[in-house]
T-cell receptor, first 112, second 117 residues
Framework: GNSVTQMEGPVTLSEEAFLTINCTYTATGYPSLFWYVQYPGEGLQLLLKATKADDKGSNKGFEATYRKETTSFHLEKGSVQVSDSAVYFCALSDLGGFKTIFGAGTRLFVKA | EPEVTQTPSHQVTQMGQEVILRCVPISNHLYFYWYRQILGQKVEFLVSFYNNEISEKSEIFDDQFSVERPDGSNFTLKIRSTKLEDSAMYFC???????????????FGSGTRLTVV
């Protein structure tokens, strides 16, 4: 079945450091891929998405590229801020879209 | 920006009692979902709902669970006889303004924290 694997956290960075959170997936067909973010005490928010191979999703300085050859969708940001501290979830949905599967989440701490 | 609204934000119930968690999805969305998250850990799929019927459900969504869209705006999750292990954050989500492919990403509510004692 479909699955998502993301790097374990927590990840602790200093402000303005470069961020990479790795995500790989297993799926049949051509899934849509997502990154969601969860700030403390809140629900999940869609951060970015890509619906086909080689698409790059981007939002708020975050980027991720849909790599079918490596089945990956790594999240990157060039310069993190304290306000980026949150839990980041990689997720996929098959073309039918009736179910989205989430990775285990990666907690990011950014120090001033 | 349109929101998914969930009530209550926190519910405490005794084991064996029935609970109903309520959600108001975004008005022009057609697909509705329930997820749960135990202790801030993995987000687990429960059920998806489209065209007034369940589209897909997980193994967690057993006979103790049911969903309903009673009036065209609310979307409810009922747990018939709660167990201690049902304690979790329950998130409602909706998607799709009718673009053909149903999933361009979900909008989640803020969640209901259910505590079973």
């Amino acid at each position: 079945g479909n699955s998502v694997t993301q790097m374990e956290g927590p990840v602790t960075l200093s402000e303005e450091a470069f961020l990479t959170i790795n995500c790989t997936y297993t799926a049949t067909g051509y899934p849509s891929l997502f990154w969601y973010v969860q700030y403390p005490g809140e629900g999940l928010q869609l951060l970015l998405k890509a619906t086909k191979a080689d698409d790059k999703g981007s939002n708020k300085g975050f980027e991720a590229t849909y790599r079918k050859e490596t089945t990956s969708f790594h999240l990157e940001k060039g310069s993190v801020q304290v306000s980026d501290s949150a839990v980041y979830f990689c997720a996929l949905s098959d073309l039918g879209g009736f179910k989205t599967i989430f990775g285990a989440g990666t907690r990011l701490f950014v120090k001033a | 920006e349109p929101e998914v609204t969930q009530t209550p934000s926190h519910q405490v119930t005794q084991m064996g009692q029935e609970v109903i968690l309520r959600c108001v999805p975004i008005s022009n969305h057609l697909y509705f979902y329930w997820y749960r998250q135990i202790l801030g850990q993995k987000v687990e799929f429960l059920v998806s709902f489209y065209n007034n019927e369940i589209s897909e459900k997980s193994e967690i969504f057993d006979d103790q669970f049911s969903v309903e869209r009673p009036d065209g705006s609310n979307f409810t999750l009922k747990i018939r006889s709660t167990k201690l292990e049902d304690s979790a954050m329950y998130f409602c989500a909706s998607s799709n303004p009718g673009q053909g492919i149903p999933n361009y990403g979900y909008t989640f509510g803020s969640g209901t924290r259910l505590t079973v004692v």
